[in-house]
């Protein structure tokens, strides 16, 4: 079953955000990230931000379309697709974490783990599934040589 469209992967990260947020608000646990450690932040945030992009583009150029929603007319296994089938969501993760330590508190570094707890629950067996069936013994050579994750 489809997740529903609201909840695309970005949404969810922003949403884990969020909670994460409330959580520093409400809990005020104690820095653990010492400065100026923590803006070392910036440059996971950024990194994390670029792997989206530069996946869309890898999309792009297979001349089928990032939203996984929609049925894909290619199958991409190239560029960062040869380390792991998520990328993307690697990247968004990433870029979660670098919020974490830039506000330097615990609770911050339990939204990128919620973040792909929630996308391997829904998103990811959902995508997993509807590129099994549209490209067959393609997919499933392409998920035999590349790891889900890392």
Do not use: Q
Not at 1 to 30: C, E, N, T
């Amino acid at each position: 079953m489809r997740p529903p469209k609201i909840l695309a992967p970005p949404v969810i990260g922003l949403l884990w955000l969020g909670v994460g947020l409330l959580f520093r608000w409400a809990l005020a646990f104690p820095a653990v990230v010492p400065r100026p450690w923590h803006l070392l932040g910036w440059a996971l945030v950024g990194g994390g931000l670029s792997v989206p992009l530069v996946s869309v583009k890898r999309f792009r150029r297979a001349g089928t379309r990032p939203r996984p929603w929609e049925t894909p007319t290619a199958l991409v296994a190239a560029g960062l697709y040869r380390f792991t089938r998520n990328p993307m969501y690697l990247g968004m993760a990433t870029a979660l974490l670098g919020a974490a330590v830039l506000l330097r508190t615990p609770e911050m570094l339990a939204v990128p783990i919620a973040f792909l707890f929630t996308l391997n629950a829904t998103w990811v067996p959902y995508e997993e599934s509807v590129l099994s069936t549209r490209f067959g013994a393609a997919y499933d050579d392409y998920r035999r040589r590349v790891r889900r994750w890392l």
